[in-house]
């Protein structure tokens, strides 16, 4: 009987009745979501600002112009399928190593491959694979192929380029930032594996938003979650969330405490500190948490934020940051995490100011123009008879003994000219620093001072 192909996940034709029995019972069977790759650019899910009417690709194809890239995106976003797709496109043969498994023996096994296809009239699109894997020399051996067209170079990558690739590599290619797979995207793989396979995801509507969830913006791993489902029996009645987190494990979450992530979601907890947000902060607190990140590292940041971004609109911070994280020290995990997020509310929520951050580099930069000035005579103690002679300690005036407690006598060096560094917000407990300050100056200016 005849059959008409329906798109499959990742854009292939797939049917049931285009794959052997054996495979649609999945014995034998490639995976599915090798089975389903897309077999155009058309077919390709979620990376619509590349391959839209005014995407980049788009763009290069129509011009028929393809540059040597640099695809970096989180895993399962279908890097390596939009190689070989792009490979298809252009005309080029398409040839694929892995940083992992290759070295510059195989570099140069293309290259010289590459280079004998190039006299027949054929181009060649290599696919490199976790590029950032190769290290500085095995980078640089691309250069020269690159720059005179031997190859058209794709490198993937899972690592910020700015920090991974060497800069040489990097003038010579554009990067294209490719997307985690948003919930229409991954719903949309989810409608094709079950048209690929004739089945239906025994899943509650509650259950099938938590597959897209699990999957966390990976393909491939909805994919592989797929195929478990469509293993359950045909009676299988359908799982909500609860039962599906319970059947299968969830993707574990992208983070590397020494890398990029690491860096990004510190940088999210520190801001939504800064924009006074405790509900985002919480949420970005739990997350580098689920992701494994060392407690303390976490508590040293809040300790430094309520230094820096608090300061003295809020004097006890400081001490409320030191004590989350001594608590943290004598509880541990998972108890100690509460005082911490205590920290965090209480961070979020304080009044705000960098006034000594800002003061303490100010003073730091006067400190290095300024030398070695020494400190004036008349606040040098004179514990000598020929110090005390030389003038150490001559007109010094005793605050506590001068009208309210405020002598207004110069205490910068002699040759430096009085500066302000300290300029209090005005904010919380600044205000009345500020009030503090400014009665001082009025006094100093009365005293001539």
């Known amino acids: 009987m005849a059959h008409t192909p329906t798109p499959d996940l990742f854009g292939q034709e797939a049917s049931p009745a285009r794959a052997p029995a054996a495979e649609r019972a999945g014995k034998g069977a490639r995976p599915l979501a090798d089975r389903l790759r897309p077999r155009t650019l058309a077919d390709v899910v979620g990376q619509d600002h590349l391959l839209g009417a005014e995407g980049a690709l788009s763009r290069m194809l129509a011009q028929s112009s393809l540059a040597s890239l640099i695809l970096w995106g989180p895993p399962g976003v279908g890097k390596t399928t939009l190689a070989r797709l792009l490979a298809e496109r252009a005309g080029l043969h398409f040839d694929q190593l892995s940083a992992v498994f290759s070295g510059v023996a195989d570099l140069k096994r293309v290259f010289e491959e590459a280079v004998r296809r190039r006299r027949t009239g054929t181009g060649t699109l290599l696919f490199v694979d976790e590029i950032h894997r190769f290290n500085r020399a095995q980078q640089d051996a691309f250069l020269p192929v690159v720059e005179q067209g031997i190859v058209v170079l794709i490198g993937a990558t899972t690592e910020n380029p700015s ?30 594996a079950e048209a690929a396979t004739g089945r239906t995801l025994p899943l509650t509507a509650e259950g099938r938003a938590g597959l897209r969830a699990m999957a966390d913006g990976d393909g491939r791993y909805l994919l592989n979650m797929a195929e478990q489902l469509f293993a359950l029996p045909p009676d299988q009645p359908p799982l909500g969330a609860a039962e599906l987190a319970t059947l299968l494990a969830r993707r574990a979450t992208l983070y590397d405490k020494d890398r990029e992530e690491h860096y990004n979601l510190i940088s999210a907890l520190h801001k939504s500190l800064r924009g006074s947000d405790p509900d985002a902060a919480l949420y970005w607190f739990a997350r580098m948490l689920t992701g494994g990140e060392d407690p303390r590292y976490i508590a040293r940041r809040l300790a430094r934020f309520a230094a820096e971004d608090v300061g003295l609109a809020d004097p006890a911070a400081l001490t409320l940051a030191l004590s989350g994280w001594e608590a943290y020290e004598r509880m541990g995990s998972p108890e100690g995490e509460l005082a911490l997020a205590e920290v965090v509310i209480h961070l979020a929520t304080a009044p705000k ?31 000598t008879k020929l110090m005390r002679e030389i003038g150490y300690g001559a007109g010094y005036d005793y605050d506590h003994e001068a009208p309210e407690a405020f002598s207004g006598q110069n205490y910068f060096p002699d040759g430096m000219a009085r500066a302000q560094f300290y300029r209090p917000s005005g904010r919380g407990e600044e205000r009345a620093i500020a009030e503090r300050l400014a009665t001082w100056a009025r006094l100093r200016a009365e005293r001539g001072q």
């Open 353 to 383: 100011s960098n006034a000594a951050y800002r003061a303490f580099g100010a003073a730091m930069a006067a400190a290095r123009a300024t030398g070695s000035l020494m400190p004036p005579a008349h606040i040098l103690n004179a514990p």
């Open 163 to 192: 920090f991974a690739l060497n800069a040489a590599l990097l003038s010579r290619c554009q990067v294209l930032v490719l997307r985690r797979l948003d919930d229409a995207a991954l719903e949309t793989l989810a409608a094709r």
